[in-house]
């Protein structure tokens, strides 16, 4: 079946750097781009970045730019977030979710992995 | 950055009711918008996508509605797993999430 599957919780200090992966089975990896979402304690939902399919096409918020990277590796049908110079806000579940671009779902986040918490922490 | 705003932030309501959420964006976003559902401890979940689409295998006591600007979640009949948190989201302009409605039992 399709799936996401995150790695582990992770604490760390401010600034420092954390590197969550979500490995994607059940489905072409190529066919769907992949974001990332993240949520901080008893918030709401932020986009964070997004990587395409089939290329190595990326965007990212605003707000995060300059301190974070999508990566992926095709072969191991891997996604990886990295964020750089931590800071205690950006404590929070962080999220991989595909995006559905075919007309069955269009537009929305149709299969999401089970979440990351990243603790940031002194 | 488009803004999404909904209402009201939380509500409560007995099994059996007929509710309505309301998402607002800030500029007209067509028809771009989705509707999650997500439980304690959960990944979100999409109900809606494309303004008025049902996600394969939701129940169809679930619809939306709107498009341009304003734009509403309707449940027909709350059952008790529909209490949860609802949240809209915009991909008209990069991604941007709404609020968050808190469905409680009443």
């Known amino acids: 079946q399709v799936q996401l599957v995150q790695s582990g919780a992770e604490v760390k200090k401010p600034g420092a750097s954390v590197k969550v992966s979500c490995k994607a089975s059940g489905y072409t990896f190529t066919r769907h781009a992949m974001h990332w979402v993240r949520q901080a304690p008893g918030q709401s939902l932020e986009w964070v970045a997004w990587?395409?399919?089939?290329?190595?096409?990326?965007k990212y918020s605003q707000k995060l730019q300059g301190r974070v990277a999508i990566t992926r590796d095709t072969p191991a049908t891997t996604v990886y977030l990295e964020l750089t110079s931590l800071r205690s806000e950006d404590t929070a579940v962080y999220y991989c979710?595909?995006?559905?671009?075919?007309?069955?779902?269009?537009?929305?986040?149709?299969?999401w992995g089970q979440g990351t918490m990243v603790t940031v922490s002194s | 950055d488009i803004q999404m705003t909904q209402s009201p932030s939380s509500l409560s309501a007995s099994v059996g009711d007929r509710v309505t959420i309301t998402c607002r964006a800030s500029q007209t976003i067509m028809k771009f918008l989705n509707w999650y559902q997500q439980k304690p401890g959960e990944a979100p979940k999409l109900l809606i996508y494309a303004a008025s689409n049902l996600q394969s295998g939701v129940p169809s006591r679930f619809s939306g509605s709107g498009s341009g600007t304003e734009f509403t979640l309707t449940i027909s009949s709350l059952q008790p797993e529909d209490f949860a948190t609802y949240y809209c989201q915009q991909s008209y302009s990069m991604y941007s999430f709404g609020q968050g409605t808190n469905l409680e039992i009443k």
């Open positions: 990587i395409n399919g089939d290329n190595d096409n990326t």
């Open positions: 979710a595909r995006f559905c671009s075919s007309m069955a779902c269009n537009g929305g986040y149709d299969v």
